[in-house]
């Protein structure tokens, strides 16, 4: 990796360690494939945090192992609770309210991590931890999570810089009681709060107002937390929660694919004129990076949802022409980018300027990406244009985000290829990326750092 970006946080499970770049090479032909997607991250973080803050023992499987959820168990083995791993399964026994120990944690740039874990550290029994973050993550203000702590009790310090990290949090301090939030800037913030409520003294009475940034993803922590045994009621607006101090009780659970990861395969049938199974994606899901398999059919393409998976197939070339708020799916916007120089007309990408303050500010990354390319593309203050072009080679950054890095690959399979610096930022969701790639026929040369 170039000058060191992001070394603070790589862990054990960092795919391509000393890889400087990686070129990939244009396919030629269509991608015909079966294949499995590695387990969701987002449901992975959860289902592993709640099992460790629940009374019992859990078994978790599908679990992905990738650098956000390494973060994770490392950060719950330090406060007590005991996790043992076997590839994708996880034996997980909780510490409920207790906390056994105190000290530093970690959570490296795993959003989810830095966002959930405070609520329990705050709610559960006394002790202090000092919890720090990497360069990246501790650059992201969290002061709606912070705020909503402090305004139901909790103690947070931050010494550097307000409302960032490092933080250093006080246990047996949120008592929980009427809160209020706004959703605009990230349902992680609202999660937070929902997860760790069930372990406050009186429960969270929670207000949400100005609609929230991908509701789904609260839809997903309700989800868990009532699988976990916790008693929570919400509005179907999600402006109102009521969470009861009940805590959490052990409960086994398969955690399923990740419909984020997905969407560059799904891509890839679309821009190759292929077809691709996904054999553990199945269409029940709260993931709303699913939806993008509905976008896919406004291009052009064919979804068959079966009870157990989905087939993408395309043999037109993709239809261009139309605009598409991607607030509800805004992980996929990057997707849809990388497609869009093939359809046959504009594609425009709305209601996502939040993702400007995610791993990168992720519309000026594409947008300098695709100029580097040869392709036309305007940037607006919530998403951008992209028109149809040839994509030419080119030698890219990454950014330190794994959105990117995955979307500019489905990008140079189609096009001309491209070279990615720092293609070790994919560990963060799935540090197989390239080794999917490849056993698609996609030829990818490393080469290591200096």
């Known amino acids: 990796m170039s000058d060191d970006a992001h070394e603070d946080s790589l862990t054990p499970w960092t795919s391509l360690v000393g890889v400087d770049a990686i070129r990939v090479a244009p396919l030629g032909r269509p991608v015909i494939a079966e294949m499995a997607i590695p387990g969701s991250k987002s449901v992975s973080n959860r289902a592993l945090i709640l099992a460790a803050m629940a009374e019992g023992t859990t078994e978790l499987t599908g679990l992905l192992r990738s650098d956000d959820t390494y973060w994770c168990t490392d950060a719950l083995g330090r406060l007590g609770a005991d996790i043992a791993l076997d590839g994708m399964r996880a034996r997980v026994t909780g510490i409920g309210r207790r906390r056994p120990r105190s000290g530093p944690l970690h959570v490296g740039s795993a959003g989810t ?78 999660s937070g709060v929902l997860l760790g409520a069930a372990q406050s003294r009186n429960g969270v009475d929670l207000a949400v107002d100005g609609g929230i940034v991908q509701g789904d993803y609260v839809r997903i922590t309700l989800d868990a937390m009532r699988h976990f045994g916790a008693t929570v009621d919400a509005d179907d607006a999600l402006t109102r929660f009521r969470v009861a101090p009940t805590g959490y009780r052990a409960r086994d659970l398969a955690i399923e694919a990740d419909a984020s990861t997905a969407t560059y395969f799904a891509a890839l049938a679309a821009v190759t004129r292929g077809r691709v199974t996904l054999t553990n ?42 605009s598409v708020d991607m607030r509800p799916l805004s992980d996929a916007t990057l997707t849809l980018a990388a497609l869009a120089p093939f359809a046959d007309a504009p594609i425009t990408m709305t209601g996502v ?54 979307s500019l690959a489905v990008l140079g399979v189609a096009g001309s290829g491209v070279e990615l610096k720092d293609p070790a930022c994919v560990s963060k969701t799935c540090p197989t990326f390239f080794e999917l790639l490849s056993g698609l026929g996609v030829a990818t040369e490393l080469r290591a750092k200096k």
């Open 281 to 322: 994606l199945p269409p029940v899901t709260r993931q709303p990076d699913y939806g993008f398999l509905a976008i896919l059919e406004r291009l052009g393409c064919r979804v068959e949802r079966r009870a157990d998976r989905t087939i993408i197939a395309c043999d037109q070339k993709l239809k261009g022409g139309l």
């Open 113 to 190: 991590l830095a966002r959930f874990l405070p609520p329990f550290l705050a709610a559960g029994d006394a002790g202090s931890w000092r919890v720090t973050a990497s360069r990246q993550m501790s650059k992201r203000p969290v002061a709606a999570l912070f705020e909503a702590l402090r305004a139901g009790g909790a103690r947070i310090e931050c010494p550097d810089v307000a409302n960032c990290y490092p933080a250093v949090i006080a246990g047996d301090t949120f008592a929980g009681g009427r809160l209020a939030m706004s959703g605009k800037v990230s349902s992680q913030f609202i």
């Open 353 to 406: 300027a939040h993702i400007r303050h995610h791993e990168s500010d992720r519309l000026a990354a594409m947008s300098a990406s695709l100029a580097k390319l040869g392709i036309r593309c305007e940037e607006h203050a919530d998403g951008l244009t992209v028109h149809p072009g040839t994509p030419r080679f080119a030698v890219l950054d990454t950014f330190e985000d794994h959105r990117v890095a995955m």
